[in-house]
């Protein structure tokens, strides 16, 4: 049986790259302090201004602050039980969904999730540079926001983010606690780079 070598994988930054992206990683431990409005408007027009496929924009954000418990809980509520554990303090959660048609012709939109990748990591950095911390979540159920926020057929819920200023993580259980401090690791280019033909 032929063995299996794991892709190259450094936790260095090998080229040059601006502070947010150096700086952005997907934490777990929230302190208390209250999100802004000012912040929450800045993280919302950072995804406004994201490419997308014939200028569509089809991202939707659905939030809540903890300052609004009852949405705060029915976006909390659609949560995979290991995102709960962490996802309960944090002071801002974000539904981030797609309108799955195009505006101009009602048309099946199949970059629709591209574009909201997009708005999604424009927010996150535009996030890293006000010193919050974004961690996205596939791990919720989806027919549970569907039925939580009344989402009509017309759009649908992709990721959920969390967001807020971290505290020291000490108190975290395991395997979360191990996480916040492991050194972050990406494969190397060229494992996902080529320049020649596959």
Do not use: C
């Not at 090998?14 to 409005?37: C, H, L, M, N, Q």
């Not at 101009?104 to 999604?120: H, M, Q, R, T, V």
Request: hydrophobic share 40%; aromatic share 10%.
């Amino acid at each position: 049986m032929e063995t299996v070598t794991a892709p190259p994988k450094s936790s260095e930054i090998e080229y040059p790259v601006f502070t947010e992206i150096r700086e952005r990683r997907s934490r777990r431990a929230y302190s208390d302090r209250a999100v802004g409005e000012a912040e929450i408007k800045s993280l919302f027009e950072a995804a406004r201004w994201a490419p997308s496929s014939s200028n569509e924009q089809p991202w939707v954000y659905l939030y809540a602050t903890k300052a609004q418990p009852e949405l705060w809980n029915k976006i909390f509520d659609t949560l995979m039980e290991g995102n709960r554990i962490w996802a309960k303090d944090a002071p801002l959660l974000i539904v981030s969904l797609v309108r799955k048609n195009f505006l101009k012709n009602d048309k099946p939109n199949g970059s629709a999730k591209f574009d909201l990748g997009a708005a999604n990591a424009l927010l996150s950095l535009q996030a890293t540079h006000l010193g919050l911390n974004v961690h996205q979540m596939g791990g919720f159920e989806r027919d549970k926001a569907i039925a939580n926020l009344s989402i009509p057929d017309t759009h649908e819920p992709v990721v959920v983010l969390a967001i807020g200023y971290l505290r020291d993580g000490n108190d975290l259980p395991e395997p979360f606690k191990t996480r916040e401090t492991a050194p972050r690791e990406r494969y190397t280019q060229d494992f996902f780079v080529m320049n020649k033909p596959f």
